[in-house]
């Protein structure tokens, strides 16, 4: 069975800074595209960064300068590196495989940013 847990979200005022991880178990995280994800109240999932096997990274508009995806295999996480962060930033921050997310997703982590 195929675990996603995510962590390192919190509060945090505009400006700063937060370290998202996403421990993955049950697959082999080396030889799959990985991505994270956000919904906010009200709004559909969207797809902030992703990761591929080989390490080139995309991001969504609204991340780029600004967020850094990068993963440790050895370790089987994934992390997101979140600067500058904005209260649209504001949301519940998953990690899943891309394009292809698993079905079953973990909880997430609450990443809250106040003006």
């Known amino acids: 069975q195929v675990q996603l847990v995510e962590s390192g979200g919190g509060l945090v005022q505009a400006g700063g800074s937060l370290r998202l991880s996403c421990a993955v178990s049950g697959m082999s995280l080396s030889i799959h595209a990985m991505g994270w994800y956000r919904q906010a109240p009200g709004k559909q999932r969207e797809l902030v960064a992703h990761i591929t096997s080989g390490g080139s990274t995309n991001y969504a508009d609204s991340a780029k300068g600004r967020f850094t995806i990068s993963r440790d295999n050895f370790k089987n996480t994934v992390y997101l590196q979140m600067n500058s962060l904005k209260p649209e930033d504001t949301a519940v921050y998953y990690c899943?495989?891309?394009?292809?997310?698993?079905?079953?997703w973990g909880q997430g982590t609450q990443v809250t940013v106040s003006s």
């Open positions: 899943n495989v891309h394009e292809y997310p698993f079905r079953s």
